[in-house]
Structures are given as structure tokens and as C-alpha cells.
């Protein structure tokens, strides 16, 4: 079955410096999706940035980048030039198409910005 | 603002009772989605339909069901409440069904069994 794990419960970052979450997640499949979630305290879930399983090339939103590894099954987020309004809930997610559809989260990274 | 609404914001019911919560897609989506956020805890994906068929089941209880009308909107049916399943229930939705395709979510709303 597949899993996605997030084993940073919390993280804090200075304004301006710079931070990566980590996710690692598990699957037998070769064609799949990740995405990075942000939840502010309105709770409302906005995507950060999506990753095509069959692109080398590492996606990149303005600030927010990842480091795609797919042998390690690895996807982490970074976050440039942190800013206030980056705290928040992260939520990393997988899909598949695959026989079933899968929708799978982590269990989030609650990131904090010192000012 | 997504573009997708759920009501009620808010719920507060009893044990054994049964509640409907209902969810309106984004324009032109024809993909609904319904997920279960337990306190502090991470999604769970409950059930997609599209264009009114079933597509995808998730950890959906047997006390839980859904369907979706022929204008697209959503209603997640939980009957027979336990405490446990207090939460924040999100509806989504996304143009076609595919994995690929973005999901829109909405403001959700926050189930309290008391």
C-alpha cells in the first residue's frame, strides 16, 4: 500500500532565511503525482506546487521549489526568502492513477516564521 | 476564494444522530471529492465521484455515503455518529477525474458529535 510520511512534526525558520520539508513516501507504481499543501489557520487547503512523477526536472513556484528524488522516493519542499505569511500547516500528497485511484496525505509539517 | 462552497460551516450534533453536509463544485468541474481532517491530523480521502458516477473509494466508513446529482453538487451522508467522527469534513473538486488534475478545495465544514 502506498504511504507517505512526513517526520518533521515542526519546523522553524528565521524571516528571509531559507527551509526544507521533507516527505518521503512509498509505492510500487511508476506513474504518480506529488503535491505540497499549505493549510493557514483559515484552514484552507491551497496547493503549493505539484510534481509529475515522469519529469526529471524539479518543479519550481516562485519561492517555493522541491528536490524530486524518485529512486529515493523522496520529495521535499524548500522554501526560499521565508515570510511571514508561510506559516502554516504542510501538507505533502501523492496520487496515482494506476488500477485505483489513490489520494494519500501526510500528516503535515507545522512551519513556524520567526520575525 | 476556490470557487467551490460547502454547507453548513458548521455542525454540533448528538451521538446515533444522522447529518447530511452538502458541497457545490467550481463551475464546469465535473469531479467531486470528500475528505475527513481529524484534529491536527493529515487528509484522508474518503470518496470522488465524477459527473455523477462513482470513481474512487477511499477510508470511507460503511456509516458514511455520498452521491452526486445530476447538477453536480454533492451531498456526504454520516449516519449512526460517533465521537470519533468529529472533524473537518473538505469537499474539492477538478475538471476531470483524473489523478493529475488539480483539486480546488473548499472552506469545509466542522463536524462536532457531542
Known amino acids: 500500500a502506498q504511504t507517505v510520511t512526513q517526520s518533521q512534526p515542526e519546523m522553524s525558520v528565521q524571516e528571509a532565511e531559507t527551509v526544507t520539508l521533507s516527505c518521503t513516501y512509498d509505492t510500487s507504481e511508476s506513474d504518480y503525482y506529488l503535491f505540497w499543501y499549505k493549510q493557514p489557520p483559515s484552514r484552507q487547503m491551497i496547493l503549493v506546487i505539484r510534481?509529475?512523477?515522469?519529469?526529471?526536472q524539479n518543479a519550481t513556484e516562485n519561492r517555493f521549489s522541491v528536490n524530486f528524488q524518485k529512486a529515493a522516493k523522496s520529495f521535499s519542499l524548500k522554501i526560499s526568502d521565508s515570510q511571514l505569511g508561510d506559516a502554516a500547516m504542510y501538507f505533502c500528497a501523492y496520487r496515482s492513477e494506476g488500477g485505483t485511484y489513490k489520494y494519500i496525505f501526510g500528516t503535515g509539517t507545522r512551519l513556524k516564521v520567526l520575525a | 476564494d476556490s470557487g467551490v462552497t460547502q454547507t453548513p460551516k458548521h455542525l454540533i450534533t448528538a451521538t446515533g444522530q444522522r447529518v447530511t453536509l452538502r458541497c457545490s463544485p467550481r463551475s464546469g468541474d465535473l469531479s467531486v471529492y470528500w475528505y475527513q481532517q481529524s484534529l491536527d491530523q493529515g487528509l484522508q480521502f474518503l470518496i470522488q465521484y465524477y459527473n455523477g458516477e462513482e470513481r474512487a473509494k477511499g477510508n470511507i466508513l460503511e456509516r458514511f455515503s455520498a452521491q452526486q446529482f445530476p447538477d453536480l453538487h454533492s451531498e456526504l451522508n454520516l449516519s449512526s455518529l460517533e465521537l470519533g467522527d468529529s472533524a473537518l469534513y473538505f469537499c474539492?473538486?477538478?475538471?476531470?477525474?483524473?489523478?493529475?488534475?488539480?483539486?480546488?478545495f473548499g472552506p469545509g465544514t466542522r463536524l462536532t458529535v457531542l
Open positions: 474539492a473538486s477538478s475538471v476531470g477525474g483524473h489523478a493529475d488534475n488539480e483539486q480546488f
Open positions: 510534481q509529475e512523477a515522469y519529469k526529471q
